[in-house]
């Protein structure tokens, strides 16, 4: 089991700047590949970023070099730094840990990106 806790959400203006953590506990946090997703409303959640317990990274096109997606395996931690943010950025983001065939969700953190 993992547990995942979301934090850095907020209001923030067209063009700025946020940083997203996921706190992850219960398990070895450095064997997951770590993923943060984003649901607006009335749309389906999709993909933002992963990135896998090797390093490696992926980002939907929407995000790509806006969006860094990091891990410290140290703190258990993992990242999402988002800049020049959008108003269609708005959306509830989520952190997820996948291994195998398990995957868990955290509570998910509100961005709002409003002038």
């Known amino acids: 089991q993992v547990q995942l806790v979301e934090s850095g959400g907020g209001l923030v203006q067209p063009g700025g700047s946020l940083r997203l953590s996921c706190a992850a506990s219960?398990?070895?946090?450095?064997?997951?590949?770590m993923g943060w997703y984003r649901q607006a409303p009335g749309k389906e959640r999709e993909l933002v970023a992963f990135i896998t317990s090797g390093g490696s990274t992926n980002y939907a096109d929407s995000v790509k070099g806006r969006f860094t997606i990091s891990r410290d395996n140290a703190k258990n931690t993992a990242y999402l730094q988002m800049n020049s943010l959008k108003p269609e950025d708005t959306a509830v983001y989520y952190c997820?840990?996948?291994?195998?065939?398990?995957?868990?969700w955290g509570q998910g953190t509100q961005v709002t990106v409003s002038s």
């Open positions: 997820s840990a996948r291994r195998l065939g398990d995957k868990y």
């Open positions: 219960g398990s070895i946090f450095s064997f997951y590949t």
